[in-house]
């Protein structure tokens, strides 16, 4: 039972155009939400979260956005450039139990020069 | 350089042996968490713990268990292993119980034969 959805396991982007991944989770008790960028070989990176009192959070080329009706969140790069080529992974918590952070099975991106 | 090293990077064990893996946290971070990131998924939250003791554990069986040190650098320990243990093992560090974001190190990949 996936309690965070990445229902595209990957995208390609031609650089300078927008990238937008998207996330679904069923569970309502999470109220706190987070990106993880992956290179090969390396560990997830914290790129940008969101708490359920917005539905925007922007950090430079960076912008998450929470849909909470819907249960659905993505993120926008732009512009995207091929650094940002990488698995995403979304991510979700609750407030009472901010331990066990859920992973979502990732989207790997592509951004093609 | 998150500062999160784990050791070692590459494991192949036995199925039915023993096996321990390590991780140093970033300076300043008393929190650690371990995953298992099958091939294909998320990492999948183990467990967590904070200040020596252990706060949280996901859906592993008892046979996946764990220690924090004094200088809050952490194990994990597989006992009785199976095919199916064969995967990614991340360790990620915070900087307190309710931090979500975290850093992660590059992984152990165990390969159970």
């Known amino acids: 039972d996936q309690q965070v959805k990445q229902n595209s396991p990957s995208l390609s982007v031609q650089e300078g155009r927008i990238s937008i991944l998207n996330c679904d989770y069923t569970n309502s008790m999470f109220d706190y939400f987070l990106w993880y960028k992956k290179y090969p070989a390396e560990g997830p990176t914290f790129l940008i979260s969101?708490?359920?009192?917005?539905d925007k959070n922007e950090d430079g080329r960076f912008t998450v956005f929470l849909n909470k009706s819907a249960k659905h969140l993505s993120l926008h790069i732009v512009p995207s450039q091929p650094g940002d080529s990488a698995v995403y992974f979304c991510a979700a918590s609750a407030k009472t139990s901010y331990d066990k952070v859920i992973f979502g099975p990732g989207t790997s991106l592509s951004v093609i020069p | 350089e998150t500062g999160v090293t784990q050791s070692p990077t590459h494991l192949i064990k036995t199925r039915g042996q023993q096996v321990t893996l390590r991780c140093s946290s970033q300076?300043?971070?008393?929190?650690v968490s371990w995953y298992q990131q099958a091939l294909g998924q998320g990492p999948q939250f183990i467990f967590q713990?904070?200040?020596?003791?252990?706060?949280g554990r996901g859906n592993f069986p008892p046979r996946f268990s764990g220690l924090q040190f004094p200088n809050y650098s952490s194990e994990l320990n597989v006992n009785a292993l199976e095919l199916d243990d064969s995967a990614l093992y991340l360790c990620?560090?915070?900087?307190?119980?309710?931090?979500?974001?975290?850093?992660f190190g590059q992984g152990t990949r165990l390969t159970v034969v």
């Open positions: 969101i708490s359920s009192i917005k």
């Open positions: 713990y904070y200040r020596e003791e252990e706060n």
């Open positions: 990620a560090s915070s900087s307190g119980q309710g931090i979500a974001e975290a850093f």
């Open positions: 300076s300043g971070h008393n929190t």
